[in-house]
């Protein structure tokens, strides 16, 4: 699942740097020793390019990335993905932009995770 996870991360925050892709995979716990062995961050990077150097772009379209997010938010790592996308005050406003187009359409994953 660490492939989904990073990948549903980058859509809930709409893309960001390979150092925080890495930092995110650390603190969920996907890849062990990310920052000092370049693995799935710097893998994501070349097959997702965000536009830029050093970017990551979030999986496209939109709704096949929210899909991906919905299905790892119902997950046992979900709380730590959407607790990294809304603890950082860079990535909020895309979080809540991407949680309001998803509610209607992934409602029962919205209850499980408020549940835990």
Same mark, same amino acid.
């Given at each position: 699942?660490?492939?989904?996870?990073?990948?549903?991360?980058?859509?809930?925050?709409?893309?960001? !740097?390979?150092?925080?892709?890495?930092? &995110?995979? @650390?603190?969920?716990?996907?890849?062990?020793?990310?920052?000092?062995?370049? %693995?799935?961050?710097?893998?994501?990077? @070349?097959?997702?390019?965000? %536009?830029?150097? =050093? /970017?990551?772009?979030?999986?496209?379209?939109?709704?096949? =990335?929210?899909? #991906?997010? &919905? @299905?790892?938010? %119902?997950?046992?790592? %979900? *709380?730590?993905?959407?607790?990294? =996308?809304? *603890?950082?005050?860079?990535?909020? @406003?895309?979080? #809540? !932009?991407? /949680?309001?187009?998803?509610? #209607?359409?992934?409602? &029962?994953?919205?209850?499980? /995770?408020?549940?835990?």
């Amino acid at each position: 699942d660490d492939w989904a996870d990073a990948m549903a991360w980058l859509a809930l925050v709409q893309g960001a !740097t390979v150092a925080q892709l890495g930092a &995110a995979l @650390q603190r969920i716990g996907a890849v062990a020793g990310a920052a000092s062995v370049p %693995g799935l961050e710097l893998w994501l990077s @070349q097959v997702y390019p965000g %536009g830029a150097p =050093g /970017l990551v772009a979030p999986l496209q379209p939109d709704l096949l =990335g929210e899909a #991906l997010i &919905a @299905q790892q938010l %119902g997950k046992e790592r %979900g *709380k730590c993905i959407m607790d990294l =996308g809304l *603890k950082d005050e860079s990535y909020v @406003q895309s979080v #809540l !932009t991407v /949680l309001t187009r998803m509610k #209607l359409a992934h409602a &029962a994953n919205f209850r499980s /995770l408020a549940a835990d």
